[in-house]
């Protein structure tokens, strides 16, 4: 497992996450999240995978796979209260599967 390549997709898909939430959040009414955060949520965590994969050289369907499970945690998180520290928990196991694919795949960056 790459430790490079974990840094690098944990560090993109972080910076990805906080800028298109400080978007929306910036261009959007608050209701709108409690009306339509179970969907703009997810999609906008899928969004910054894809731009992720772009970014890290790996193929877009197995990140949006890796993506998908390790968002599934957050959803706990969401549901205690706890939404952000589910999104960093969420980075750093979509880093490590990102590692993973890397060796998995035999690639070099």
């Known amino acids: 497992m790459s430790l ?8 993109i898909q972080l910076l990805a996450v906080l800028l298109l939430a400080g978007a929306l959040g910036a261009a959007l ?28 050289r790996l193929p877009i ?3 949006l796979i890796g993506a998908a499970l ?17 999104a960093l928990l969420a980075v750093a196991l979509f880093g490590l599967w990102c590692a993973w694919l890397r ?3 035999a690639l070099e960056i």
């Open 29 to 56: 009414p608050h209701g709108f999240f409690e009306d339509w955060g179970w969907i703009a949520g997810p999609l906008s965590w899928m969004l910054c995978a894809a731009i992720t994969s772009w970014f890290v």
């Open 4 to 11: 490079r390549v974990f840094w690098r997709a944990a560090s």
């Open 61 to 63: 369907r197995p990140v």
């Open 70 to 86: 390790a968002g599934l945690p957050s959803i706990i998180a969401v549901l205690i209260g706890l939404h952000w520290e589910g």
């Open 103 to 105: 060796s998995a795949l």
